[in-house]
């Protein structure tokens, strides 16, 4: 069983950068595709970014490309997401994701799900 763990949230002010990591156990790490959700209050979980298995597909919704990274250490079995440039609205709940097959935005897909790490920015 596949075990995901998040960590690195927080509070910060506009403008500031957080990096998230995920640390996965159970499962073999290297071969999966993976994934950051992140769901605000009274919203539905929504897609962030996504990354293949070696690193060479990355997919990002619209509102965080250019302030935001996906990558990953196969070795580490980590993936992380650098958070740059943070406006109030992507303070939410954020989850890693993995799955065998790369499915990239589409949330079904995932298999495998943390328990997410809380960001919060404030104006």
């Known amino acids: 069983q596949v075990q995901l763990v998040e960590s690195g949230g927080g509070l910060v002010h506009t403008g500031g950068s957080l990096r998230l990591s995920c640390a996965a156990s159970g499962g073999t790490f290297s071969s999966y595709a993976m994934g950051w959700f992140r769901q605000a209050p009274g919203k539905e979980r929504e897609f962030v970014a996504a990354i293949n298995w070696n690193s060479r597909i990355t997919n990002y919704t619209d509102s965080v490309k250019g302030r935001f990274t996906i990558s990953r250490d196969n070795p580490k079995n980590t993936v992380y997401l650098h958070a740059n440039s943070l406006k109030p609205e992507d303070t939410a709940v954020y989850y890693c994701?993995?799955?065998?097959?790369?499915?990239?935005?589409?949330?079904?897909?995932?298999?495998?799900w943390g328990q997410g790490t809380q960001v919060t920015v404030s104006s």
């Open positions: 994701a993995g799955s065998p097959v790369y499915y990239g935005s589409s949330r079904s897909g995932y298999a495998y």
